[in-house]
C-alpha cells in the first residue's frame, strides 16, 4: 500500500498552486515531449512563475481588506 502524504495549504499557497498548474499544463500541451523531459524543472519553472504573478498583482492592486 503506498504511503500517504498529508499537505496542508493556505489559501494563498492553494491559489498559487491552481495558477502554477495551469502554466505546467500549457507547457506540456506546447512542448514536444520526450523521455529526457525535466518534469521537475517544469514544474519548479512553474510555480516560480505563479509566484511572480502573485507578488506583481499584490504589487498592482489593493485588496478590499487593504483599503479598510
Known amino acids: 500500500m503506498p504511503k500517504k502524504t498529508y499537505i496542508h ?3 494563498s499557497e ?3 498552486l491552481q495558477v502554477a498548474s495551469r502554466i505546467y499544463a500549457a507547457y506540456l500541451a506546447s512542448m ?3 523521455e529526457r523531459t525535466n ?4 514544474m519548479r519553472q512553474a510555480i516560480e512563475s505563479a509566484i511572480e504573478m502573485a507578488e506583481m498583482a499584490d504589487e498592482m492592486m489593493i485588496s478590499d481588506l ?3
Open 9 to 11: 495549504l493556505e489559501d
Open 39 to 42: 518534469h521537475t524543472g517544469l
Open 32 to 34: 514536444d515531449l520526450t
Open 14 to 16: 492553494a491559489a498559487v
Open 66 to 68: 487593504e483599503r479598510r
